[in-house]
């Protein structure tokens, strides 16, 4: 994926045969990313509530920060569902990605 392959003209052509596959990277690679990121937070949520020590200040900060990577994760997920759900029912694209979605004119 992250290799480039150098055609005869010296230009990096990255393999994307349609704006379609490329958009399908591209998005389940924001996805990935939102989905880390919300389980690093719910982690580090976590950490908030042992170092709290009893502090109702610092408890509610932890409360507060575990609820939105749980929001975070569940719009993360949501979104994937949602992805899958259009591209596949909607569009009638089988395989899930996005290649052939793209309308030709």
């Known amino acids: ?3 480039y392959v ?6 990096p052509d990255p393999g994307y045969n349609s704006v ?3 958009f399908g990277v591209a998005i389940n ?20 509530f042992v170092t709290a020590g ?3 200040d610092n408890m509610e900060r932890a409360r507060h920060s575990l609820t939105y990577a749980i929001v975070a994760l569940v719009l993360s ?3 994937i569902a949602l992805k899958y759900i259009i591209v596949n ?13 793209v ?3």
Do not use: K, Q, Y
């Open 103 to 105: 309308p030709t004119f």
């Open 54 to 56: 009893g502090n109702p």
């Open 6 to 11: 150098v055609s005869g003209n010296g230009i």
């Open 1 to 3: 994926m992250f290799e």
């Open 20 to 22: 379609g596959e490329f």
């Open 89 to 101: 029912s909607i569009l009638g694209v089988s395989g899930g990605d996005l290649e052939g979605a």
């Open 77 to 79: 997920v949501g979104a």
């Open 29 to 48: 690679l924001f996805m990935g990313v939102g989905i880390s990121l919300s389980i690093i937070f719910i982690g580090l949520a976590g950490i908030r």
